[in-house]
T-cell receptor, first 114, second 114 residues
Framework: AQSVTQLDSQVPVFEEAPVELRCNYS??????LFWYVQYPNQGLQLLLK??????LVKGINGFEAEFNKSQTSFHLRKPSVHISDTAEYFC????????????FGRGTSLIVHP | ETGVTQSPTHLIKTRGQQVTLRCSSQ?????VSWYQQALGQGPQFIFQ???????GRGNFPPRFSGLQFPNYSSELNVNALELDDSALYLC?????????????FGPGTRLTVL
């Protein structure tokens, strides 16, 4: 079985400040990891994913994440946030091999203040 | 290129009724996945259809069933509705069933069960 824990339900930050959204996972097998963003009243959009290779993954909108196998973490970072980054962010894990059947975390609400 | 569309946008049903939700996949995509997102929670995987066959299922009872048509559009059917079925139902399409294929999400159908 696999699971995802997003450690912060809400992260307030001021515009142009750096931000880190934390994600820890558990799985008995190798995993693939994903971050999605959901803007109000919209579906999810893929920000970035780790499948293999370099543990530092760059995504859209200036976001990046680092896969840390020893700490079973996949934290999302952005060096300077904008008001438009205010949204819900979801971390997801899928076991390697077979079909893509993801398990999502409960989400972190990023609130960017002017 | 048309994105993923879902209908209806909102729906109100009473306990015990049946409901059908519809999803049109993005052009060229042959895989559709359905998710249930309860208020304040992350999406939960219901099932996936690849080329008209069920390709994976999450932890949902048999009263949740689906169908994929030759044009790769899809339906989600829920029988004997319960109050806990109230949620946002998301559909996502992709070109292929694996984790290497990015899922594109529709805006969702908001189902309220009274």
């Amino acid at each position: 079985a696999q699971s995802v824990t997003q450690l912060d339900s809400q992260v307030p930050v001021f515009e142009e400040a750096p931000v880190e959204l934390r994600c820890n996972y558990s799985s008995s097998v190798s995993v693939y990891l994903f971050w999605y963003v959901q803007y109000p009243n919209q579906g999810l959009q893929l920000l970035l994913k780790y499948l293999s290779g370099s543990t530092l993954v760059k995504g859209i909108n200036g976001f990046e994440a680092e896969f840390n196998k020893s700490q079973t973490s996949f934290h999302l970072r952005k060096p300077s946030v904008h008001i438009s980054d205010t949204a819900e962010y979801f971390c997801a894990v899928s076991s390697s091999g077979g079909s893509y059947i993801p398990t999502f975390g409960r989400g972190t609400s990023l609130i960017v203040h002017p | 290129e048309t994105g993923v569309t879902q209908s209806p946008t909102h729906l109100i049903k009473t306990r015990g009724q049946q409901v059908t939700l519809r999803c049109s996949s993005q052009s060229g995509h042959n895989t559709v996945s359905w998710y249930q997102q309860a208020l304040g929670q992350g999406p939960q995987f219901i099932f996936q259809y690849y080329r008209e066959e069920e390709n994976g299922r999450g932890n949902f009872p048999p009263r949740f069933s689906g169908l994929q048509f030759p044009n790769y559009s899809s339906e989600l059917n829920v029988n004997a509705l319960e109050l806990d079925d109230s949620a946002l139902y998301l559909c996502a399409s992709s070109l292929g069933a694996g984790e290497y294929n990015e899922q594109f999400f529709g805006p969702g159908t908001r189902l309220t069960v009274l």
